[in-house]
């Protein structure tokens, strides 16, 4: 599924990354917790969150994540938004809360990302 | 040929946490190291960078680049690990609620810098510096 359809599901407002709308994304990891996605996640995957802070944007620069969407109508700050710019990264808001937000995606036939098991 | 870099970690500075890291996956990108080679060091980078922001008084990152591996040296002043062993349990974090609430503070790091790593050691006690060295082999 690309980003642009996804947009669409989610009823989402891109902010940053416009012109990478049509990437691929095959996996999707939801979490609010940084410290997870760099000890867990093993694919280049679509994260889902509501941490919204310059962290969440490093957190998917080192772990080649290039799309983010940010639930629970969160808004990032410009220093957010600056840094996902700069890394390519491409950033949607959704009003929809975490939970329907994977539901939405999950019905739609995207799969949960491949994890490092414990 | 070798490549030298380092880069001073300042305490407590969040705005900057996560530059060193940053710089250090984009030389390696320039110099053509395979993607999930860099992505064991960057994610191993930004733990321990993050660990000197959160838990140091500061410090320093040291990058080593030869033709057979790349070396990150994570070198701090100071407080030290009391018990290093129990620091590098899964789920063990004294990491205050400000940084939890930034989402870090899992106790996932030193763990997941072992195991990004071929090599991985770690040294420190009470009161003395916290060194640490990620080593990937290219
Ligand atoms: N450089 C350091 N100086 C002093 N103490 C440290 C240092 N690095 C780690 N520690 C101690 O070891 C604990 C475990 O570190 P680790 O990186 O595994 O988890 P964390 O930083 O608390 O959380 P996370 O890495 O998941 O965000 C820390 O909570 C802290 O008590
Ligand atoms: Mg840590």
Redesign the interface.
């Known amino acids: 599924m690309n980003l642009r359809e996804i947009q669409k599901l989610l009823d989402a407002e891109v902010l940053s990354g416009e012109e990478y709308i049509d990437r691929e994304v095959k996996t999707v990891f939801a979490c609010d917790l940084m410290s997870d996605v760099l000890a867990f996640v093993e694919d280049k995957t679509l994260l889902l969150t509501g941490l919204v802070n310059p962290h969440t944007i490093r957190t998917a620069e080192m772990m080649d994540i290039n799309a983010i969407v940010f639930v629970r109508g969160k808004m990032p700050d410009k220093e957010t938004l600056n840094l996902a710019e700069e890394n390519g990264i491409v950033i949607l808001i959704t009003k929809y809360i975490l939970y329907t937000s994977c539901g939405i995606l999950y019905k739609n036939g995207l799969a949960g990302a491949e994890i490092v098991h414990k | 040929m070798n490549i030298k870099l380092s880069y001073d970690i300042a305490k407590s500075d ?2 900057k ?2 530059e060193a ?2 710089n250090i ?1 984009k030389v390696l990108r320039q110099l053509g190291i395979p ?1 999930d080679i860099i ?1 064991r060091i ?2 191993s980078t ?2 321990a960078e993050m660990n000197i922001v959160i838990h140091s008084d500061g410090g320093r990152i040291d990058l080593l680049v030869t033709p057979e591996k790349i070396q990150v040296k994570a070198v701090d002043k100071g407080p030290g690990i009391k018990d290093v062993e129990l620091a590098m349990k ?1 789920g063990f974090s004294t990491a205050p609620n400000e940084v939890r609430e ?8 030193l ?2 810098m072992k ?1 990004c790593a071929d090599e991985f050691h770690i040294s420190s006690s009470l009161g003395n510096p916290t060194e640490i060295t990620i080593i990937v082999n290219i």
């Open positions: 969040f705005s946490a996560g890291s940053s996956k993607a992505k960057a994610v930004y733990e899964e930034m989402g870090f503070g899992a106790g996932m790091g763990p997941n195991r």
